[in-house]
């Protein structure tokens, strides 16, 4: 229960600034990362969906959501695989984000061109992939965050399962090499010179250590976040899962969020509709 109850405890002023923000598609980049700049809008057609959600369009380009993680487990990610692959042969309405990855594809907001279907939005709404930066620095639409929370919070898809416990060792090693979503109370915030560590146990404990660049850091210090104002905090973070002394993750500054105390207005269809863009 204690994802289900974290997905419902949202501060509300975050969810009326991130829907202040959200005004379309091609909102204006986070913080003028180049990563998010969006280029021209251009009419495509989907032709088909690669196993790990590429997108090949009829011009013979290929695109990956932008601001979207691709389930690891195999159910999840042929569900995903389905409802992209129901829309074959809609129109969209293609609009490039930042620069291509490093296999040539374009990342993309996609919209279906008739109607108010978000490609990124439906399939997070649906608890079929995870809200992410990814490679970028940061996440070029925090609002799917909230769209992201909602399904959490009604147990869709990926979030029918309770999230692993920070402090759970044992089940954190399960997901080794996979992407995770985890939540726990920080119990130290460690800062060094070239890494910020943020510890969920005691020393010694056999619970999960999250690793923060020099760079990194100084850009979640940027948003008013600090040691001081962390431990003792409920936080969710999400990265790949490695095991070194114990389960680790490297995340970026849009990996890690301070759960709140007020409980969060569940989003209906309409707001809904609304953050996705």
Not at 12 to 29: D, E, I, K, N, Y
Not at 53 to 70: H, K, Y
Not at 240 to 259: H, K, N, Q, Y
């Amino acid at each position: 229960m204690r994802g289900t109850v974290g997905a419902a405890k949202r501060i509300g002023a975050a969810l009326l600034a991130a829907w202040a923000t959200v005004t379309s598609v091609r909102g204006a980049p986070r913080g003028g990362v180049a990563d998010c700049m969006t280029g021209p809008a251009r009419a495509e057609v989907l032709e088909g969906v690669g196993l790990r959600g590429e997108i090949r369009l009829a011009s013979g380009a290929r695109a990956v959501l932008d601001s979207l993680r691709w389930p690891d487990a195999p159910e999840p990610a042929a569900a995903a695989r389905g409802w992209l692959e129901a829309r074959r042969g809609t129109g969209l309405t293609v609009t490039p984000r930042g620069h291509p990855d490093r296999w040539g594809r374009e990342r993309a907001d996609i919209q279906v061109a008739e109607g108010d279907t978000d490609l990124a939005g439906g399939l997070i709404g649906e608890g079929l992939a995870f809200a992410d930066a990814n490679e970028a620095d940061s996440l070029c639409r925090p609002s799917l965050h909230l769209v992201e929370a909602a399904a959490q919070a009604k147990r869709r898809g990926l979030w029918r399962e309770p999230l692993p416990a920070a402090t759970d060792g044992p089940a954190l090693r399960a997901f080794a090499g996979r992407f995770v979503v985890v939540e726990g109370r920080l119990h130290h915030v460690g800062e060094r010179g070239a890494r910020t560590y943020l510890d969920f146990g005691a020393r010694g404990a056999d619970a999960l250590t999250v690793t923060v660049s020099k760079r990194t850091w100084r850009m979640v210090r940027a948003r008013g976040l600090s040691a001081a104002s962390l431990e003792g905090r409920t936080v969710q973070v999400r990265g790949i899962l490695e095991i070194w002394r114990g389960p680790t993750l490297e995340v970026g500054a849009d990996a890690i969020e301070v759960l709140g105390e007020a409980d969060r207005p569940e989003a209906g269809p309409e707001t809904e509709r609304g953050l996705r863009r």
